[in-house]
């Protein structure tokens, strides 16, 4: 079982930058697969970005891609997700969750999520 705790989210400007932070508890962080996700207000959860249980693979939403990194540092239990050049559709509330194994673009299939950490993204 792994627990997950979210930082790093606050308010940004246009153009801006965060670094959201994921720390998950437990020994076998390196067993797990990692996502983030995000959730708008009246929206579905949407994927953002996913990383293989070694960091090797990333995969990431098209409205993300070459603005969002997703990385992992397992001596630290912990997984990034750097966002660049954001804006106001960016605004959600980021959830970090964790499988077994093999990374996943669905959250149906992660058993694992932190709390969140709200975005928002002023113009």
């Known amino acids: 079982q792994v627990q997950l705790v979210e930082s790093g989210g606050g308010l940004v400007q246009v153009g801006g930058s965060l670094r959201l932070s994921c720390a998950a508890s437990?020994?076998?962080?390196?067993?797990?697969?990692m996502g983030w996700f995000r959730q708008a207000p009246g929206k579905d959860r949407d994927f953002v970005a996913t990383?293989?249980?070694?960091?090797?693979?990333?995969s990431y939403a098209d409205t993300v891609k070459g603005r969002f990194t997703i990385s992992r540092d397992n001596a630290k239990n912990t997984v990034y997700l750097q966002m660049n050049s954001l804006k106001p559709e960016d605004t959600a509330v980021y959830y970090c969750?964790?499988?077994?194994?093999?990374?996943?673009?669905?959250?149906?299939?992660?058993?694992?999520w932190g709390q969140g950490t709200q975005v928002t993204v002023s113009s």
């Open positions: 969750a964790a499988r077994r194994a093999i990374r996943s673009v669905a959250a149906t299939e992660y058993g694992y």
């Open positions: 437990g020994r076998t962080f390196s067993s797990y697969a």
């Open positions: 990383i293989s249980v070694s960091g090797g693979s990333t």
